[in-house]
């Protein structure tokens, strides 16, 4: 897709994106103009079109304004998901328990059976993860989180969030003594560029081992509130458990040792084979791989084993209601229905390979 084109072409992408934005949750359209400061740009308007439809996309974003708008979108797009899912889940639970305090006379029964079968209930997966996000640095994920708390109507406190703050926050730095090293160090940063120091600069954190999980509960509408205090009418806990989380934020190495069996040299065979489990991506339904030219650089091969872990028949029950579970996933064709996200700087083989591969 390219900004210079046809004044009709423009106009037909501005349409389709326009109708799938009204499909978007209220919380988010209110936010979504002052976190994006316009509707849509150029070029937004045609890659959010294909992405509201789940079709797997891999996305070139050859400049840093252009990355940084892919990114906003990325973050509407899977908000809206995840918040969807939720509702309709949580709306089902209501029905489900106006239907068991309703009377057991032979109609209840029947009716009760017939929207068993119609499949109407049928809105979850094996477990709740939904999302997994695969980004190269916790600075990366430090500025996932933090735009995810914006376009939510939240707020990241630092005193309720400390944790993620020191584990995923920017890095103190170092007063050194010597001012002639530090103007030496200063320099030399400068030419390195300001991409280049988004990612590895002295005060951030490019620790490339973490994983963490999100939990979204969307809430009911309240009356008028203050303005300052959180209009938001959607809940977000950090650190959950990745089987009650919604969003996986995570880099490949991390998954990769917490899932490959034999990665922790430490642990004897038998009890690293306990502790790998990756039924928690057994119901992946989106996939986004962010910053794909730096994950390029630490090792491909990891994005590779975490991507051919997901869609697979979980080995445990892990307490899963079964006469909820979508029917595609019960006949094993859950890779089919999931969405790829490539997102990188540049073409690369390696990248078209595994776009080939993955995306179904």
């Given amino acids: 897709f390219t900004e210079k084109g046809p004044a009709k072409v423009k106009d037909h992408w501005k349409k389709c994106t326009q109708s799938a934005f009204q499909g978007c949750r209220k919380v988010l359209q209110q936010q979504w103009k002052g976190f994006n400061r316009k509707l849509f740009t150029s070029s937004q308007a045609p890659v959010y079109a294909a992405l509201a439809r789940y079709a797997d996309l891999f996305v070139i974003a050859d400049s840093m304004k252009k990355r940084n708008e892919m990114h906003r979108l990325y973050m509407l797009h899977v908000l809206n998901h995840v918040l969807t899912c939720r509702s309709r889940v949580q709306r089902h639970n209501r029905q489900l328990k106006d239907i068991e305090k309703a009377d057991e006379d032979a109609e209840g029964k029947k009716e009760m059976e017939e929207d068993h079968d119609d ?3 049928r809105d979850q997966g094996f477990t709740r993860p939904t999302v ?6 916790r600075s990366t994920c430090h500025q996932f989180v933090e735009d995810l708390f914006k376009l939510t109507g939240n707020e990241l406190e630092n005193g309720r969030n400390e944790r993620f703050e020191t584990e995923y926050g920017s890095i103190p ?10 103007k030496r160090r200063k320099a030399v940063l400068e030419k390195k560029g300001k991409e280049w120091n988004e990612l590895f600069g002295d005060s951030v954190n490019n620790d490339d081992d973490f994983k963490l999980g999100i939990a979204l509960t ?4 309240k ?5 300052k205090t959180s209009t938001s009418n959607v809940g977000i806990k950090l650190y959950s458990d ?15 040792i917490a899932t490959v069996p034999g990665q922790e040299e430490e642990d004897d065979e038998e009890e690293d084979e306990k502790k790998a489990d990756s039924d928690y991506l057994s119901s992946i339904e989106i996939c986004l791989v962010q910053y794909s030219d730096v994950l390029l ?10 991507l051919a872990l997901l869609n697979q028949e979980p080995q445990k029950n ?7 579970v979508r029917n595609y996933l019960l006949e094993g064709q859950g890779a089919r229905w999931r969405q790829l996200i490539i997102s990188s700087k540049f073409m690369d083989p390696f990248l078209n390979s595994t776009f080939n591969r993955f995306g179904k």
């Fill in 173 to 182: 730095d170092d007063e050194s003594s010597d001012e002639g090293a530090s």
């Fill in 242 to 256: 990745f089987y009650k989380s919604d969003i996986i934020v995570a880099s490949p190495l991390s998954l990769k």
């Fill in 223 to 227: 009356g008028k509130t203050d303005k």
């Fill in 297 to 306: 650089m630490q090792n491909w091969d990891h994005v590779n084993d975490v």
């Fill in 132 to 137: 997994l996000v695969l980004l190269p640095t």
């Fill in 119 to 121: 499949g109407r209930f």
């Fill in 318 to 324: 892990n307490n899963t209601d079964f006469s909820r």
């Fill in 218 to 221: 969307p809430k009911a509408a």
